[in-house]
C-alpha cells in the first residue's frame, strides 16, 4: 500500500519555527517529485513548494520564499519542510503529495495532473 504521513505540525508562537516530515511507505520518493500544499479554513489549497525529483531545483511560493526550505532525506525515504519566521497567517492543514517524474519541479502545478499521492495532513497554528 502506497502512502504518505506527514508529521510534526503543532501550535507554536509568531516568529517560531517548526519542521514537517513526510514519510513514505509502499515505494521510494527518490525519482518522485515531492510538494507541499497547505489549506486554510474558507481557504482555496495553497502550493507551498516543490523539489524535482533530481534535487536539482526547488520552488517555493512568494509567501514563504526565504522562510520555508523543502529537503529529501532518501535515507529515510522522508522529505523535510523547515519553516522558520512563521506567521499567523501560515495557519493551515499542511499536506504533502508526491507524483513520480519531474526532474526540476517549477511549480506546484505539476501536481495538478497525474498519478498523485497526498498525506493525511498536519495542522499548523501559528499564535500566541
Known amino acids: 500500500q502506497l502512502q504518505l504521513v506527514e508529521s510534526g505540525g503543532g501550535l507554536v508562537q509568531p516568529g517560531g519555527s517548526l519542521k514537517l516530515s513526510c514519510a513514505a511507505s509502499?515505494?521510494?520518493?527518490?525519482?518522485?517529485?515531492i510538494g507541499w500544499f497547505r489549506q486554510a479554513p474558507g481557504k482555496e489549497r495553497e502550493g507551498v513548494t516543490c523539489?524535482?525529483?533530481?534535487?536539482?531545483?526547488?520552488y517555493y511560493s512568494n509567501s514563504v520564499k526565504g522562510r520555508f526550505t523543502i529537503s529529501r532525506d532518501n535515507a529515510k525515504n522522508t522529505v523535510h519542510l523547515q519553516m522558520n519566521s512563521l506567521k499567523p497567517g501560515d495557519t493551515a492543514v499542511y499536506y504533502c503529495?508526491?507524483?513520480?517524474?519531474?526532474?526540476?519541479?517549477?511549480?506546484?502545478?505539476?501536481?495538478?495532473?497525474?498519478?498523485?499521492?497526498w498525506g493525511q495532513g498536519t495542522q499548523v497554528t501559528v499564535s500566541s
Open positions: 509502499g515505494f521510494a520518493l527518490d525519482g518522485y517529485s
Open positions: 503529495a508526491a507524483r513520480e517524474g519531474g526532474t526540476y519541479c517549477t511549480g506546484t502545478y505539476y501536481f495538478d495532473e497525474g498519478l498523485v499521492y
Open positions: 523539489i524535482g525529483s533530481s534535487d536539482a531545483y526547488t
